[in-house]
């Protein structure tokens, strides 16, 4: 049971180019997250999933999309890098309101992504 | 709005001491608490978990709730190195709130000195 994964862990860009961030679960959970941290700032949500094939805008989206075509995997996407996006991004899952009293959200171990 | 207040440190005790974080929100109809740990470099992992008020223990953990205050506190007895980290307290909704879950303090830098 390897719980949350991401890929890559480290990535370099430059301004202007696209990646992919792959997040996978194992736990068969309903809800998954993505969010950033920066210094001062706190983890702050960029868009969320409350099942397969479905997405939402979090506080910060500007700049992202997401997929969630398996229930396993939630895609983040950075169509035109900009050094703001300069971060730490952390991808979590958890079982769903529905299923569980409260919400513990288990994250993953992170990709830190620079854009030069 | 979702707001929720965290001193953001360092914190630097001596070993063996008692540390106490705390948070503060605004924000009433939050039900559920929780402390996450984040070691350098790492992703958060949960520590406690408390509904509503009152206090809730687990070995050197102790994780107190006043809602009436709106006011969340985790101490650390006999405080160890391997306690260094960043401490986040998050906040959430009831049941069918809100799939946005939780909302996160920016968290607590501590030492512990040995």
């Known amino acids: 049971n390897a719980g949350v994964t991401q890929t890559p862990k480290f990535r370099v860009l430059k301004t202007g180019q696209s990646m992919t961030l792959l997040c996978a679960q194992d736990?068969?959970?309903?809800?998954m997250y993505w969010y950033r941290q920066d210094p001062g700032m706190g983890l702050r949500l960029i868009h969320y999933?409350?099942?397969?094939?479905?997405?939402a805008k979090g506080e910060v989206p500007d700049g992202y999309n997401v997929s969630r075509l398996k229930k396993q995997n939630f895609l983040l996407g950075l169509e035109s890098a900009a050094p703001s996006q300069t971060s730490v991004y952390f991808c979590?899952?958890?079982?769903?309101?529905?299923?569980?009293?409260?919400?513990?959200?288990?994250f993953g171990p992170g990709t830190r992504l620079t854009v030069l | 709005q979702k707001e929720v207040e965290q001193d953001p440190g360092p914190l630097s005790v001596p070993e063996g001491a008692i540390v106490s974080l705390n948070c503060t929100y605004s924000?009433?109809?939050?039900?559920?608490f929780m402390w996450y740990r984040q070691y350098s470099r790492k992703g958060p992992e949960l520590l406690m978990y408390?509904?509503?008020?009152g206090n809730k223990e687990d070995g050197r953990f102790t994780a107190q709730v006043d809602k009436s205050s709106k006011y969340i506190s985790l101490f650390i007895r006999d405080s160890q190195p391997s306690d260094s980290a960043t401490y986040l307290c998050?906040?959430?909704?009831?049941?069918?709130?809100?799939?946005?879950?939780?909302?996160f303090g920016k968290g607590t830098h501590l030492i512990i000195q040995p």
């Open positions: 979590a899952s958890s079982f769903g309101t529905a299923l569980s009293s409260y919400n513990e959200q288990f």
């Open positions: 736990m068969n959970h309903e809800y």
């Open positions: 999933s409350v099942g397969e094939g479905t997405t």
């Open positions: 924000n009433s109809a939050f039900q559920y």
């Open positions: 408390t509904y509503s008020s």
């Open positions: 998050a906040m959430g909704l009831p049941s069918g709130g809100g799939a946005d879950g939780l909302t």
